[in-house]
């Protein structure tokens, strides 16, 4: 090292100031030391707080955010799907209960349906059974008259056997009326 | 044929599907969950306080001596400028051992530190 | 001369470079240092993180490190508010720190072995908690030095002694990071000084004995650094507690 420097550097010193000895008790480079250590301290500071930390500090706090960010976005992203599944499911329970809706509307309309239809059948079938009893009744009182005819011929008949002579159709059609109602 | 099968798979499927995602949905909100909490980096806090507690032994080991350099070196400039040696600096360094004291005990957390002061206040 | 334990702290005039009345300043090996350890730190910071990678290299993540060490430090010890001194404490870490491994390398000088040096650092930070306190509690940070609940009697005593204690911490401040670098580079010296002496005076059976204060080297040499680092830490964060003092929330 700058070993001759070091011998002049000494010479500098005047006798009595300086105790050679311990260097670092040496005041002779006190002021040297002392200068350079303010300007290489401030010239750190300032690199430092100007350049340096803003720098560093920037880098970590972008990092920062945008974990922050990242995790923010999840959580959103995860609200999401949780809204999804929360609609998808209560989509469901409304298509089960629309379908139940529809399967009992549909039920009650045919039921509706069916016993109007049996309605007007029973109807139907009242109304030919009152007909047919009406045309009962019209046979049963021609089948009667006809009767009353086929008697009249037939007394007619036996009395002109029995005594010879026609009767009277008059007297025929009486008796056999008055036979007839009591009957 | 084929369609009824896939057909079949999907119902058949359907549930096992909503549970993986039910299940994954839930590991992901307790991730989010811990992401949230923002550890405070138990590692470096730790060796802070290891650290930390070496400081303080580095910390005691000085404190008596400086109050005692303090006190005997305002003494000895007492004692220079009334010429009262050597009693200046016997009673300085007295006080200045007494101080010496009060920071290894300050150091050590036996006595408050003096900011405390101004917080309590 | 390698035996000799204090040859290393000697300070070697490069060059002069101006007389201020009797003084003479010139650029010395310290001054060298200090800027070689100016520029070192600055590189580290500045092009460590010049490519400003979310995901960091190697050196970037370092640096990184540094930053976030010395500001949990200061956050912890002085609060929130110790965070506008941070550029300070961060320069006063790294300063130290980075002098302080300097001094480890084998035929380099430790700025930090010269009391001036560390005077000079822990007076700057015990200006600044007094400028600071006075400024921002007026008289009032003079309560500093009251305790409370004691007698009248004695209490001129008390904060006699309370003064001494606050003006002995750039004392203790200073003397303790000179004397463990002082004494740590001796002790290295030393023993180094041994292998040499035990290889002169008895030849090749010596140099195998210097084996034993060579081992002794290597361990002193991991002390060394890390006393290194944690002289620079007990710096940085007495300079936190002492700060703390003068920023505390008033109310």
Redo the contacts between chains.
């Keep these: 090292m700058a070993e001759p420097k070091l011998n002049t550097s000494t010479e500098h010193v005047p006798a009595g100031e300086h105790k050679a000895g311990f260097p670092p008790f040496d005041a002779h480079s006190f002021p040297s030391q002392l200068t350079w250590l303010v300007i290489a301290f401030v010239l750190l500071y300032v690199l430092m707080a100007k350049w340096a930390l803003p720098q560093v500090g920037g880098i970590i706090e972008s990092r920062q955010k945008r974990i922050d960010d990242d995790v923010a976005e999840a959580g959103k992203l995860k609200a999401q799907s949780d809204e999804a599944v929360a609609t998808y499911e209560k989509a469901l329970a409304d298509a089960r209960a629309n379908a139940q809706a529809i399967a009992n509307q549909t039920r009650d309309t045919q039921a509706a349906a069916a016993e109007a239809r049996r309605k007007t059948l029973e109807d139907e079938l009242n109304a030919k059974l009152a007909e047919a009893e009406k045309t009962i009744a019209a046979t049963k009182q021609a089948a009667m008259s006809n009767v009353q005819g086929i008697a009249e011929d037939a007394t007619r008949a036996i009395v002109e056997r029995l005594i010879g002579v026609a009767p009277s159709d008059k007297a025929v059609a009486d008796a056999v009326g008055g036979a007839l109602k009591r009957s | 044929m084929a369609d009824d099968k896939r057909g079949e798979d999907d119902r058949k499927g359907l549930p096992n599907d909503e549970a993986a995602?039910?299940a994954r949905?839930q590991r992901?909100?307790d991730r989010?969950a811990t992401?949230?909490r923002h550890p405070e980096?138990v590692d470096?806090?730790r060796t802070?306080a290891d650290?930390?507690a070496?400081?303080r032994g580095?910390?005691m080991?000085?404190?008596l001596?400086?109050?005692v350099?303090?006190?005997a070196g305002?003494g000895w400039l007492i004692d220079r400028w009334l010429g009262i040696s050597p009693w200046g600096l016997i009673v300085f360094l007295l006080?200045?051992f007494?101080?010496?004291v009060?920071?290894v005990m300050?150091a050590a957390g036996v006595v408050r530190?003096?900011?405390d002061?101004?917080?309590?206040? | 001369m390698a035996a000799d334990p204090i040859h290393q702290f000697r300070i070697v005039e490069l060059f002069p470079v101006a007389h201020v009345g009797n003084a003479e300043i010139a650029f010395t090996n310290s001054a060298l240092f200090m800027f070689a350890a100016v520029i070192i730190i600055t590189a580290f910071l500045v092009l460590g993180t010049a490519k400003r990678s979310l995901v960091p290299s190697r050196l970037q993540s370092a640096a990184e490190i540094s930053y976030e060490f010395v500001a949990a430090t200061v956050r912890s010890t002085a609060g929130h508010e110790g965070m506008r001194f941070f550029p300070f404490v961060f320069t006063l870490f790294m300063f130290i720190l980075t002098v302080n491994f300097i001094g480890l390398v084998p035929f380099t000088f430790t700025v930090t072995s010269h009391i001036i040096v560390t005077a000079a650092l822990a007076i700057t930070v015990f200006l600044t908690v007094l400028l600071y306190g006075l400024f921002r509690h007026g008289f009032h940070f003079f309560n500093l030095f009251v305790p409370k609940g004691v007698p009248i009697a004695i209490l001129p005593l008390i904060v006699f002694i309370e003064v001494l204690s606050f003006v002995s911490r750039p004392i203790s401040h200073s003397v303790r990071l000179f004397a463990n670098m002082l004494a740590g580079h001796i002790t290295l010296q030393v023993f180094a000084g041994f292998i040499i002496l035990m290889g002169s005076a008895m030849g090749a059976i010596g140099w195998v004995g210097g084996i034993l204060p060579f081992g002794m080297i290597v361990i002193l040499m991991a002390l060394e650094t890390l006393v290194a680092f944690l002289q620079a830490y007990v710096f940085a964060i007495l300079t936190c507690i002492y700060l703390n003092d003068a920023i505390h929330p008033g109310h």
């Design positions: 995602l039910s949905l992901l909100g989010l992401a949230n980096n470096s806090t802070a650290a930390s070496y400081a580095f910390r080991s000085t404190e001596v400086a109050g350099i303090v006190g305002l006080f200045g007494a101080a010496g009060l920071n300050r530190e003096q900011s002061r101004l917080k309590s206040k």
